[in-house]
């Protein structure tokens, strides 16, 4: 997950309610800096999005996003999803994802599931819902008694929040969906989005 991760400084985060949408918002997204897209499993074309992005869009990482038991994990594999991420985890998930191969994003809200995702080998964890648990206090606070786990803080996060999240040694990147706002999919303005992913994409990292 660490390489995808690098990729860009902040993961979109799509929830596609009409399929003719997603190649070409994915699109959009990819020409304006960002190229790993997370597609949320919260609706009835999130999947067939999933597989369009995938074949249509071959300079995109596709992932699923809401992923939440083992089923789901291997339906957006066969989907063609190059990675998964969930909004907390259990054990069968986890099992579900080392099993699999397929690099996993599971989300955490507190000190003791980052503690036994990072022992069975997750080095990035979504936190999540970043601003109501906590945002930037609880990062900075987990920074040095987890030392070997980095974030990618979701929930909440905005244009004027993410740089100070971004600025923290402990997080790896940001996840979003003000880089693709409703108003502007669901009118086709992809020059908006574009706009909006280049600036997100020129964000910096520490």
């Given at each position: 997950?660490?390489?995808?991760?690098?990729?860009?400084?902040?993961?979109?985060?799509?929830?596609?309610?009409?399929?003719?949408?997603?190649?070409?918002?994915?699109?959009?997204?990819?020409?304006?800096?960002?190229?790993?897209?997370?597609?949320?499993?919260?609706?009835?074309?999130?999947?067939?999005?999933?597989?369009?992005?995938?074949?249509?869009?071959?300079?995109a990482l596709v992932g699923a996003g809401t992923v939440l038991d083992p089923a789901q994990?291997?339906q957006v594999q066969r989907a063609g999803a190059c990675f998964a991420v969930s909004p907390?985890?259990?054990?069968?998930?986890?099992?579900?994802?080392?099993?699999?191969?397929?690099?996993?994003?599971?989300?955490?809200?507190?000190?003791?599931?980052?503690?036994?995702?990072?022992?069975?080998?997750?080095?990035?964890?979504?936190?999540?819902?970043?601003?109501?648990?906590?945002?930037?206090?609880?990062?900075?606070?987990?920074?040095?008694?987890?030392?070997?786990?980095?974030?990618?803080?979701?929930?909440?996060?905005?244009?004027?929040?993410?740089?100070?999240?971004?600025?923290?040694?402990?997080?790896?990147?940001?996840?979003?969906?003000?880089?693709?706002?409703?108003?502007?999919?669901?009118?086709?303005?992809?020059?908006?989005?574009?706009?909006?992913?280049?600036?997100?994409?020129?964000?910096?990292?520490?």
């Amino acid at each position: 997950m660490a390489a995808i991760a690098a990729r860009a400084p902040v993961i979109p985060v799509l929830t596609i309610e009409r399929l003719e949408t997603a190649v070409p918002l994915a699109r959009a997204l990819v020409r304006g800096g960002l190229p790993v897209l997370e597609i949320t499993l919260r609706t009835a074309a999130a999947l067939e999005a999933i597989r369009a992005v995938a074949a249509e869009v071959p300079e995109a990482l596709v992932g699923a996003g809401t992923v939440l038991d083992p089923a789901q994990l291997d339906q957006v594999q066969r989907a063609g999803a190059c990675f998964a991420v969930s909004p907390g985890c259990t054990e069968a998930l986890a099992r579900a994802a080392r099993s699999s191969g397929m690099p996993f994003l599971p989300g955490v809200q507190t000190v003791s599931e980052a503690m036994a995702l990072g022992g069975l080998g997750f080095e990035i964890l979504k936190f999540f819902p970043a601003d109501a648990a906590g945002g930037l206090t609880w990062i900075k606070a987990v920074g040095a008694p987890l030392s070997g786990v980095r974030f990618c803080p979701t929930g909440g996060i905005t244009a004027e929040t993410a740089p100070a999240y971004l600025a923290l040694p402990n997080v790896a990147c940001v996840g979003g969906s003000w880089v693709a706002p409703r108003v502007a999919v669901a009118t086709g303005d992809w020059q908006s989005v574009e706009r909006l992913a280049a600036t997100a994409s020129a964000l910096k990292r520490r």
